[in-house]
Every structure is written in structure tokens, then in C-alpha cells.
């Protein structure tokens, strides 16, 4: 554990205003009632089950396992909520969440997508020969709307 701090406790670790209160109340029920669920993974990058666990909480005080792999250096979400949850998280509690206020999942795709297209992209398009095959590794890429509009 990197220090205690990171322990889960369900302690926050910054103030969180009403709307999300409420929407870690919300989650906390779903998984306390065996809606979501987690599930352990080894090291996305070399497969590795030797780890040692950093954290166990994240910074809204919900349980989210990170762990550094000893094998390669990787940190990563080595206990996390499985597809089908995260798929109800985003759509259901993320904007209120992270952004503290709703405006629901289709408003705040369509915005990433929009700042993605007028700002990211017209920057990148002089810089990135978008006529061949790219790999793009994008971490932390919310509800993904950021990478859809790269080719339009």
C-alpha cells in the first residue's frame, strides 16, 4: 500500500458537493446489492500476477484495486468493476459523479466529441498523416467520444 491513506474506507478525498453524494450513494447500493460486480485481472501488458496493490480506493472514497506490477513496472486497475457494470456506470452515474452535475451521457459524448473535433483534431491534422493505419493508446478516455470524431 503506498500509504494509508489509499486504504479503503470509504472516506472521499475531496469534498463532494450534493449531486455527488448522491451518486456514490447510488453506486455503493448497486454494489452492495450484487449488481455490480468486480473482477480480479492480471497485468494487461505482460500477464503477470505478481503485484503489489498501491491502493484501494479512488479519489471518491469507492473501492478501485490499482496495483504495480513487479513483473514490468505497469500500474493498473487489478480489481475493477466488470463490462457490463462500467457500462452502467458511465451511462448511469459518471457526469455526476466526475463533473459534479447531470447532464446525462448523450449530452456529454456529444461534447466531448464536439471539443475534439473543433479544437484536438484541427490541431493534430497538420501533425498526424490520418490517411494510414494509426494505433492510438488512449488512457482515461471517459465515455470515449473524443476518439470517434478523429476521422471526420
Known amino acids: 500500500m503506498l500509504s494509508s491513506r489509499f486504504k479503503f474506507d470509504g472516506k472521499e478525498c475531496e469534498e463532494l458537493n450534493e449531486f455527488q ?14 449488481m ?13 500476477d505478481n503485484k503489489k496493490e498501491i491502493s ?9 484495486e490499482i496495483s504495480l506490477c513487479k513483473n514490468c513496472g505497469f500500474l493498473y486497475a487489478s480489481k475493477r468493476l466488470n463490462q457490463e457494470s462500467y457500462n452502467d456506470f458511465y451511462i448511469h452515474h459518471f457526469n455526476d459523479l466526475d463533473i459534479g452535475y447531470s447532464v446525462g451521457f ?10 475534439a473535433k473543433n ?18 493508446l488512449e ?12 476521422r471526420n
Open 36 to 48: 455490480y460486480q468486480f473482477e480480479n485481472i492480471n497485468c494487461p501488458i505482460c500477464k503477470s
Open 106 to 115: 448523450d449530452e456529454s459524448f456529444k461534447s466531448q466529441y464536439n471539443n
Open 139 to 150: 488512457v482515461g478516455c471517459s465515455s470515449g467520444g473524443q476518439y470517434r470524431c478523429s
Open 119 to 136: 479544437s484536438i483534431y484541427p490541431f493534430l491534422k497538420d501533425e498526424i498523416d490520418f490517411s494510414r493505419t494509426l494505433n492510438i
Open 56 to 64: 484501494q480506493k479512488d479519489k471518491y472514497g469507492l473501492p478501485h
Open 21 to 34: 453524494i448522491k451518486a456514490k450513494k447510488e453506486i455503493l447500493e448497486k454494489i452492495d446489492s450484487g
